[in-house]
């Protein structure tokens, strides 16, 4: 089962993955520095980054390169609606750098391999917004008139400009909301998902990938709802575990098969203080079959919830390998 840890940008993990790597081939690493009191500020180090006995009462990192766990697809963060914006703010050279920087993998560049986007707004947007606003009172289960909106003009340039510099980067979907007249409030805050639109809201996800393909951009995976438990975001909605559970089986899951989508689905998407909320979803053997893992946030609860959802020796689905986490 693959997990996914999410919305956080964890550069000492970033760092000891390269030091992993360089270590077993006795190499030095390069240092970048930021320090509390802000007198570095991601600033490399004259003097090399080694590894060395410490006498020191702190704790101790033992890099083992013999002892091998699962694969990682990536290492990253999010670029948040609200980040792209400001990045098309900036002077195209300086964006150019900044991004070479992040997403290089030359001299002193990062090389962040995997990234979180948006499916429509976030909490991290100027507005809320989804691919398929109405006015009070109308519907679309159509979609006739989803289109992208706000990201034609933020998110998806940055994105083609990351896809320049790091082609192979893996990119993750969330959305924060169904558009509100798919929902039991007819709001873009709290609400559900009302049951006569799972085939629609299936289908927005499906055309969502496919118009992202048509602009260059493949989405390796997606979750089908951010922090499904907290109404309190604008926006946000509510999905209960068992809400999830049909919904993939009855719609999603069937829907992204027919259309021969090979975009993951991660089920879950909140906190560890919740494990109970994707090992509902997945003891429901309809939906196995239709998922690659579940994704966690680290904002309440402990890591440990992680090997309370892995179960060794579950049978993968005949859709998609189960690979062990």
Not at 16 to 29: E, I, M, N, R
Not at 80 to 104: C, E, I, V, Y
Not at 315 to 323: F, N, W
Request: proline share 7%; with cysteine; aromatic share 10%.
């Amino acid at each position: 089962m693959r997990f996914r840890f999410l919305r956080y940008l964890a550069l000492p993990i970033l760092l000891l993955s390269a030091l992993t790597s360089h270590a077993q081939h006795g190499k030095t690493v390069s240092l970048w520095l930021t320090n509390a009191d802000r007198s570095a500020l991601f600033a490399q180090q004259s003097e090399p980054l080694r590894f060395q006995k410490s006498s020191s009462a702190l704790p101790v990192i033992e890099i083992n390169d013999k002892q091998k766990y699962q694969s990682m697809d990536g290492f990253g963060f999010a670029l948040t609606g609200g980040s792209a914006q400001l990045l098309m703010h900036m002077d195209s050279a300086q964006r150019s750098d900044l991004l070479k920087q992040l997403f290089g993998t030359g001299d002193g560049a990062i090389g962040v391999s995997y990234l979180r986007i948006s499916i429509g707004s976030s909490d991290m947007n100027d507005h809320a917004f989804t691919y398929d606003d109405l006015p009070p009172g109308e519907t679309d289960p159509s979609l006739a008139k989803f289109e992208l909106g706000p990201d034609n003009s933020s998110v998806i340039p940055v994105l083609k400009e990351i896809l320049a510099i790091q082609p192979s980067i893996k990119i993750l979907g969330s959305p924060w909301s169904a558009p509100a007249w798919m929902k039991t409030n007819g709001n873009l805050k709290g609400g559900s998902l009302k049951p006569e639109y799972y085939q629609a809201y299936a289908e927005y996800f499906v055309k969502y990938l496919h118009v992202m393909q048509a602009e260059g951009i493949k989405i390796d995976a997606i979750t089908i709802q951010n922090e499904p438990l907290n109404p309190k975001n604008t926006p946000s909605m509510v999905m209960q575990p068992e809400e999830q559970a049909t919904f993939i089986k009855q719609a999603l899951g069937p829907g992204f098969r027919k259309a021969g989508i090979e975009t993951k689905i991660l089920l879950y998407d909140h906190n560890c203080d919740r494990p109970d909320y994707p090992l509902t979803v997945l003891n429901d053997p309809e939906v196995r079959q239709y998922v690659d893992g579940s994704a966690f946030h680290l904002y309440g609860g402990e890591i440990t919830a992680l090997t309370k959802v892995y179960k060794p020796g579950r049978k993968p689905s005949p859709s998609r390998g189960v690979s062990g986490g």
